[in-house]
């Protein structure tokens, strides 16, 4: 079967710009996590989606950050306006359901300047 | 608040057997799972046990964990140069996953 699939592989923008990142789950997988490795740090959770409901945004860090689901299919996070701190690989997670294990993709290294 | 420890560094020689080692302080975690993640590639899960088992085994790979000391441990035997990667040690309940640092892993020759 396909992997988690994520878009782009690597972004470089400006403070205050906008980006956009995407990740496309493996099919039928109705849960999909965000999470987020800044350098040398753990890869913390972001948030949770079940088809296109945000089951737990916990991990969101601020209101600059917002994640959709369209359909239940992909999943978008948008950082709008991103800062130096929000550097770093954004990983992508899909699972059938809670009793399996977790699918990620590549990442999306993301590099503010 | 929730935590995942594992030592950064481990460096082995090959053919000898690679013990990564991990501790975590949620006793509520259901699964406790191990990823490896090689250079450019996603953190692919290598294999994960329940909080209720002592022991699994798959092919080189050994999980032992310690449920009173929350500690965990994957065994890789025979160590291969293809085995050279970051293992993340991670712990799991309900819809949260925490993940360690993760130990890179070193092949000697």
């Known amino acids: 079967e396909a992997g988690v699939t994520q878009f782009p592989s690597h972004s470089v923008i400006e403070k205050g710009q906008t980006v956009t990142l995407r990740c496309d789950p493996i099919?039928?997988?109705?849960?999909l996590y965000w999470y987020r490795r800044v350098m040398g740090k753990e890869i913390k959770f972001l948030l949770h989606?079940?088809?296109?409901?945000?089951?737990?945004e916990s991990g969101m860090p601020n209101n600059r950050f917002l994640a959709e689901r369209t359909g239940g299919t992909y999943s978008t996070l948008k950082v709008q306006p991103a800062e130096l701190e929000d550097s770093g690989v954004y990983f992508c997670?899909?699972?059938?359901?809670?009793?399996?294990?977790?699918?990620f993709g590549s990442g999306t290294r993301l590099t503010v300047v | 608040g929730e935590d995942v420890e594992q030592s950064l560094f481990l460096s082995v020689r090959e053919g000898d057997s690679s013990v990564i080692n991990c501790t975590y302080t949620d006793s509520s975690s259901t699964y406790l799972y191990w990823y490896k993640q090689e250079p450019g590639a996603g953190l692919q899960l290598l294999t994960y046990i329940f909080s209720n088992m002592d022991m699994k085994q798959d092919q080189r790979l050994t999980v032992l964990l310690n449920k009173k000391d929350k500690h965990l441990s994957l065994r890789i035997a025979d160590t291969q140069t293809g085995d050279s990667a970051i293992y993340f040690c991670?712990?799991?309940?309900?819809?949260?996953?925490?993940f360690g640092k993760g130990t890179r892993l070193h092949i000697l020759p």
């Open positions: 991670a712990g799991g309940g309900d819809d949260k996953i925490i």
């Open positions: 099919s039928g997988h109705d849960n």
């Open positions: 997670a899909s699972s059938p359901d809670r009793n399996y294990g977790y699918t």
């Open positions: 989606f079940v088809k296109e409901s945000k089951q737990d």
